[in-house]
């Protein structure tokens, strides 16, 4: 096997190892116990449904998350903690 393979490899066994829990040290994922989605959506100018076709949220549950009727999962969290840092980056990425 080549030198990229068996890092790749590797990379892979790692990467699993630290979503099991199997390895706690290195990098930590910070995830926030709650974000103010109307704060976020209102810093980047849009409206509820430009804010959930720009990043793939139903409007339902961004209507939700902003009249505190439900709150954003871990994974919605996290995603839109990125989006609050780089929203530029994340529009990029989910362009066609």
């Given at each position: 096997?080549?030198?990229?393979?068996?890092?790749?490899?590797?990379?892979?066994?790692?990467?699993?190892a630290?979503?099991?829990?199997?390895?706690?040290?290195?990098?930590?994922?910070?995830?926030?116990?709650?974000?103010?989605?109307?704060?976020?959506?209102?810093?980047?100018?849009?409206?509820?449904?430009?804010?959930?076709?720009?990043?793939?949220?139903?409007?339902?549950?961004?209507?939700?998350?902003?009249?505190?009727?439900?709150t954003?999962?871990?994974?919605?969290?996290?995603?839109?903690?990125?989006?609050?840092?780089?929203?530029?980056?994340?529009?990029?990425?989910?362009?066609?």
């Amino acid at each position: 096997m080549s030198k990229i393979g068996t890092r790749l490899i590797k990379a892979a066994k790692e990467a699993r190892a630290i979503v099991r829990g199997e390895i706690t040290d290195g990098f930590v994922v910070h995830v926030p116990d709650d974000v103010d989605v109307k704060a976020l959506r209102k810093k980047l100018n849009c409206s509820q449904s430009e804010f959930s076709r720009r990043f793939g949220f139903a409007i339902a549950a961004v209507q939700d998350w902003e009249q505190h009727r439900r709150t954003p999962d871990r994974t919605a969290r996290i995603f839109l903690t990125v989006i609050a840092r780089e929203p530029k980056a994340v529009s990029r990425a989910l362009r066609r």
